[in-house]
């Protein structure tokens, strides 16, 4: 637990001894990769998420290649997704050869706009990408209104969403594809680790075909190939850590929730909001509080981020940037990309700040980093 000295980082995993233990008991047990810990693993994930088939991977990248292979999207489509994501999130399209079509960002919710969606489809349109920043789910009602209505797929980012809820039903329980993250900064890890949620048994095989190299096995010595599949399984010791993690989930969110509720009280006790500082939305129903992020006035202001960040950093507060604008890379840009095209993304890619947050941090810890932001926002206030 930090103390009021000690380096405040932005996130921290928090790994029982029980989970550390389990994990020495798999390492001695004979069998380290994939075995009896991710089919338990796997068990236990398609229980929470209410019977749907569910496979583990090692990352929450390739389970969203992996779900766009299965739906059949390649050369010649299009997938709508939001330029305000971990760059994983379009990567993947580019990976299986369609053309990522952004759409910008509400700025309220920092998810993609579902207002603007309609307007970015063509013929070649097949899929949405939707993510759940910082664990705020997007509308699962308008967003499944519009895939059905012109029969797009969804793979659903929820790689920040695990333990986020929509009208009391968890993220991955109902829709289409979901995709989770268990890497070492998600509420729930497995160090690095990914899950797919799909939608029958058929789709679960071919995301198995797709994990190991497109092999099938039968009887004792059988194996065929009929897929170009790749390398990506959960090893057991993996899935051991993510097995210990589970049982904690409900206790980290609430604490998050917590967290993210005495930030709110610091935010408001100390002005904030007439700095011009732009906090998230006060969601206590759906999100899981993955991450609290801010968005700096940079208008009003005479430091840059990098600037507040390095401020933060020598009072032993450690901040994160998620993320900046995707279409502005320099690989987007040479798809065609421009700066001005998402004016909200781009704000936001420049300006947005992850406080730290997660489960074992005191609210002691967040006074001293909203007094820490709000002192250093009045001491830059351009005049
Ligand atoms: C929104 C989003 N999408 C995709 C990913 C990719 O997950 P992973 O790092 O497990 O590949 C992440 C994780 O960083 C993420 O935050």
Redesign the pocket.
């Known amino acids: 637990m930090p103390s009021a000295k000690s380096y405040l980082p932005f996130t921290r995993p928090s790994i029982d001894d029980a989970t550390i233990a389990g994990v020495a008991e798999v390492l001695r047990s004979g069998w380290i990769t994939s075995g009896p810990q991710v089919k338990a693993f796997e068990a236990k994930l398609s229980e929470y998420f209410g019977g749907r088939p569910v496979r583990a991977f090692n990352?929450?990248?390739?389970t969203?290649e992996i779900a766009l292979r299965i739906a059949g999207i390649g050369p010649g489509h299009e997938v709508i997704t939001t330029p305000l994501?971990?760059v994983?999130?379009s990567n993947v399209v580019l990976a299986v050869g369609a053309r990522p079509v952004f759409v910008d960002i509400d700025p309220a919710t920092r998810n993609l706009d579902l207002a603007k969606i309609e307007a970015a489809l063509t013929p070649a349109t097949r899929a949405i990408i939707p993510?759940d920043?910082s664990g705020l789910p997007v509308d699962r009602d308008r967003l499944y209104t519009i895939a059905h209505r012109h029969k797009l797929r969804v793979i659903e980012?929820a790689?920040?969403s695990f333990g986020s809820t929509w009208r009391g039903k968890r993220i991955g329980s109902f829709g289409d594809f979901a995709?989770f993250?268990?890497?070492a900064?998600?509420n729930i890890t497995t160090i690095?680790?990914?899950c797919l949620v799909l939608n029958d048994e058929p789709e679960a095989k071919l995301a198995e075909q797709y994990r190991l190299q497109g092999v099938v096995r039968s009887g004792h010595d059988g194996m065929e190939v009929e897929l170009v599949g790749g390398k990506f399984n959960l090893t057991d010791v993996a899935a051991r850590v993510g097995l210990g993690q589970l049982p904690h989930l409900n206790e980290f969110t609430a604490r998050r929730r917590e967290l993210a509720r005495a930030y709110f009280a610091q935010f408001e006790s100390l002005r904030a909001a007439s700095l011009g500082l732009h906090l998230p939305i006060a969601d206590f129903t759906h999100s899981n509080w993955h991450m609290f992020q801010v968005v700096l006035p940079e208008e009003r202001l005479s430091l840059t981020r990098s600037e507040v960040m390095a401020k933060l950093h020598a009072e032993g507060i450690g901040a994160g940037v998620?993320y900046p604008a995707i279409h502005l890379f320099a690989l987007y840009q040479r798809l065609g990309w421009r700066s001005g095209n998402f004016l909200h993304a781009e704000y936001a890619g420049r300006n947005i700040l992850t406080l730290p947050l997660f489960p074992a941090m005191t609210t002691d810890d967040v006074a001293r980093v909203a007094t820490s932001l709000v002192t250093i926002l009045q001491n830059a206030q351009r005049s």
Do not use: I, Y
């Open positions: 990352s929450g990248t390739c969203m994501s971990w994983a999130t993510v920043l980012d790689a920040q995709s993250s268990f890497h900064n998600k690095e680790g990914g998620h």
